[in-house]
């Protein structure tokens, strides 16, 4: 199975509503990085959170993690249509970059 | 370059051929991966090059599946005998490092017919 999972599959809002994200992991992680993914091509890089971080911010991003309960989450505010793709965790367990399923955002104007 | 480039963008192929894709990284980036997408599904990893490090092909569906990476900078996945289950987006990704954030090229569609 992934060793990141994310959660909703499928999340559809309303312009200027905020989306939130979760991925749960299996091992302990040096770092878990956010990717979003437009039409199925290249992933775009987002935002990493290193295993000693909590929190971190990046625009109208903000990403949470607690090791202890091994998941992260991915808050988007004042979502804009611009947002809608689909957005990836990814986990870094020490060998390679591991990808979930991805959650498929839609923000409808 | 500026960032990943990967050709072709697109391949039709017959059922039974041989393909190669290619994958230019960013100069000076160690980490290369290569990962195969089904429409609407998740990044499925294939194969990871670190530095001169043996690559880990834990990732590769079969024995038709194979790649290297040349001079620590171009890399090759090549598919023998190609199937129709293979049809999919192959993706390429480099990162400056095995912990650093990773940058990806638009990808090869691949379809057998």
């Known amino acids: 199975s992934q060793q990141g999972e994310e959660d909703p599959q499928a999340l559809s809002i309303q312009e200027g509503e905020n989306a939130t994200m979760n991925c749960s992991y299996k091992?302990?992680?040096?770092?878990l990085q956010w990717y979003r993914q437009n039409s199925g091509r290249g992933l775009v890089h987002l935002i990493l959170?290193?295993?000693?971080?909590r929190e971190k911010h990046s625009g109208r991003l903000r990403v949470t993690l607690d090791t202890s309960k091994k998941s992260s989450s991915l808050l988007i505010t004042a979502s804009r249509a611009a947002d809608t793709a689909s957005y990836f965790c990814?986990?870094?367990?020490?060998?390679?970059?591991?990808f979930g399923e991805g959650t498929q955002l839609t923000v409808n104007p | 370059g500026a960032g990943v480039s990967q050709s072709p963008s697109n391949k039709v192929t017959e059922k039974g051929k041989d393909v190669e894709l290619r994958c230019d990284p960013i100069?000076?980036?160690?980490?290369l991966y290569w990962y195969r997408q089904s429409l609407g599904q998740g990044l499925e990893f294939l194969i990871y090059?670190?530095?001169?490090?043996?690559?880990?092909k834990s990732g590769l569906p079969s024995d038709r599946f194979s790649a290297e990476r040349t001079g620590g900078s171009v890399s090759t996945l090549t598919i023998q005998r190609t199937q129709q289950e293979d049809s999919a987006v192959y993706l390429c990704?480099?990162?400056?490092?095995?912990?650093?954030?990773?940058?990806f090229g638009s990808g090869t569609r691949l379809t057998v017919v």
């Open positions: 091992t302990s992680i040096n770092n």
């Open positions: 990814a986990t870094d367990p020490g060998s390679r970059l591991t």
């Open positions: 090059f670190q530095g001169n490090s043996a690559p880990d």
């Open positions: 959170i290193r295993s000693n971080e």
């Open positions: 990704a480099s990162s400056l490092d095995r912990q650093g954030a990773s940058t």
């Open positions: 100069s000076g980036h160690t980490a």
